[in-house]
């Protein structure tokens, strides 16, 4: 398996980022991409479930693709939230939820 590969299954183990944030529970997620597929960024992704990734909805979840503004403004930067992400993978689990919380205030 790939080094890529084996990134990818322990990101998205970790479940919806946003799941976890909002509800403190584990979500199938799928990997969001924020900068797209571009060489030397393919490991540049967040777990999101379908709701909070693609499902266009403009309320509640939000959703990254139909209402990014607002989905930065309730998450934080996509930049910072990789940083979490990819400190989570490196150990299998997500930070408490007050950390989080703490680091987005």
């Known amino acids: 398996m790939t080094s890529l590969k ?3 299954n322990a990101v998205a183990a970790l479940g ?3 799941c ?3 509800y403190g529970k584990w979500v199938e997620p799928s990997l969001h991409h924020p900068f797209g ?3 030397g960024r393919e490991k540049d992704v967040i777990p ?4 909070h990734h693609q499902s266009g909805n403009h309320e509640t979840p939000l959703s990254i693709h139909g209402n990014k503004k607002e989905w930065i403004a ?3 930067e996509q930049e910072h939230i ?6 989570a993978a490196e150990v299998g689990i ?7 919380e703490g680091e987005r205030v």
Request: net charge positive; proline share 3%.
């Open 48 to 51: 999101l479930c379908w709701h």
């Open 6 to 8: 084996k990134h990818y």
């Open 82 to 87: 990789l940083e979490i992400v990819n400190a």
């Open 74 to 76: 309730k998450y934080g």
């Open 16 to 18: 919806c980022y946003c």
């Open 37 to 39: 597929r571009k060489r």
């Open 20 to 22: 976890y944030v909002d």
């Open 94 to 100: 997500w930070p408490m939820v007050k950390e989080l």
